[in-house]
């Protein structure tokens, strides 16, 4: 017999993106709503003070900029905008597949709950 688990979101559930230091001694997280955007400079912990994305300096402008913020934030754009109810143009529900690893046949998240 084969078992096939999937775990499927809907593009209307995504609330938010988690950025989390990785300094173990901070660990801060900070929680973006969809509809808001990263400060194009905000590519250090706000806390530690440790890099999260590596920064470039331009020229034109005189300041250091993070391409990881830019593609976050065109990211959550491109979310809100997909899931905007004013879109009368999308007639069925898009959803992201999300991985999931398999232990023994059950899915690690949910092995806890399962007596294998």
Same mark, same amino acid.
């Given at each position: 017999? !084969?078992?096939?688990? $999937? !775990?499927?979101?809907? %593009?209307?559930?995504?609330?938010?993106? =988690?950025?989390?230091? @990785?300094? &173990?001694?901070? $660990?801060?997280?900070?929680?973006? &709503?969809?509809?808001? @955007? %990263? &400060?194009?400079?905000?590519? $250090?912990?706000? @806390?530690?003070?440790?890099?999260?994305?590596?920064?470039?300096?331009?020229?034109? !402008?005189? @300041?250091?900029?993070?391409?990881?913020?830019?593609?976050?934030? =065109?990211?959550? %754009?491109?979310?809100? +905008?997909?899931?905007?109810?004013?879109?009368?143009?999308? +007639?069925? &529900?898009?959803? %992201?597949?999300?991985? !999931?690893?398999?232990?023994?046949?059950?899915?690690?998240?949910?092995?806890?709950?399962?007596?294998?």
């Amino acid at each position: 017999m !084969t078992r096939e688990i $999937r !775990t499927l979101i809907d %593009l209307s559930d995504i609330q938010g993106v =988690e950025i989390e230091c @990785q300094n &173990p001694k901070c $660990r801060a997280k900070v929680m973006l &709503p969809i509809t808001s @955007q %990263l &400060p194009r400079n905000d590519y $250090r912990c706000s @806390q530690c003070n440790c890099d999260w994305f590596g920064s470039s300096y331009d020229a034109r !402008t005189g @300041q250091a900029f993070a391409a990881a913020v830019n593609q976050i934030n =065109e990211f959550m %754009l491109r979310v809100a +905008h997909l899931t905007s109810k004013e879109r009368s143009d999308i +007639h069925v &529900p898009i959803r %992201l597949h999300i991985g !999931t690893t398999l232990i023994d046949g059950v899915s690690a998240d949910r092995a806890s709950d399962s007596k294998v």
